[in-house]
Each structure stands twice: as structure tokens, then as C-alpha cells.
Nanobody, 114 residues
Framework: QVQLVESGGGLVQPGGSLRLSCAASGSIFRMYTMAWYRQGPGKQRELVAAILPGGGTNYADSVKGRFTISRDNANNTVYLQMNSLKPEDTAVYYC????????WGQGTQVTVSS
């Protein structure tokens, strides 16, 4: 069983930055593929970025060049650095851990608005 707790969401102006964090319980964090998903108003949940146990990453086209996913295996934490935020980035952002099973966090709201 893995528990995930996201933090770092909030209200930011267009062009601003936020860093999301996801802290995971358990001692085998390094074995998990970690990912960030988001679900905007009236939209389906979509993959934003993922990072493999070995450090390889992939991103949705809509966030390439603006968002960076990273992981700290020593502290069981995955991050999402979000720069040049746009109103269309407004969503609830969820952390996911996947290996044998998949686990989700409770989500953190990101609102991009002037």
C-alpha cells in the first residue's frame, strides 16, 4: 500500500510558476513509475508528465518546455515544476504511483487566472 500526499497548488497569474510536490509512503518508492495527471473543469483526466524508476521522462505536448518532472528517491518525493503557466493549465493535479498496483493522491487545485 502506498499513500500519496500532494501539495503546492494555488492561485497564480498567467506567466507565473508553481512547484507541486507529492510525498509517498513506503520503502520501495524507487521502484515506482511516478506521474502527474490533471483534470480540468468538464474535461477528462489526462497525463501531464511521468518519470520512470531510472529517471526517463515523458510529457504531454501541451506542457513540453514549460513543465519539469523530477524525483528524489531519498525522500520519497516527486515534483512538478510548472513555469509559464496558462489559464488552460487550470485543473486539479493528481499524483500517481504505478508498479504492480497503481495508487492516486487526493489532488491539489491549480488555478491560473489574472
Amino acid at each position: 500500500q502506498v499513500q500519496l500526499v500532494e501539495s503546492g497548488g494555488g492561485l497564480v497569474q498567467p506567466g507565473g510558476s508553481l512547484r507541486l510536490s507529492c510525498a509517498a509512503s513506503g520503502s520501495i518508492f524507487r521502484m515506482y513509475t511516478m506521474a502527474w495527471y490533471r483534470q480540468g473543469p468538464g474535461k477528462q483526466r489526462e497525463l501531464v508528465a511521468a518519470i520512470l524508476p531510472g529517471g526517463g521522462t515523458n510529457y504531454a505536448d501541451s506542457v513540453k518546455g514549460r513543465f519539469t518532472i523530477s524525483r528524489d528517491n531519498a525522500n520519497n518525493t516527486v515534483y512538478l515544476q510548472m513555469n509559464s503557466l496558462k489559464p488552460e493549465d487550470t485543473a486539479v493535479y493528481y499524483c500517481k504511483a504505478a508498479w504492480i498496483d497503481a495508487y492516486w493522491g487526493q489532488g491539489t487545485q491549480v488555478t491560473v487566472s489574472s
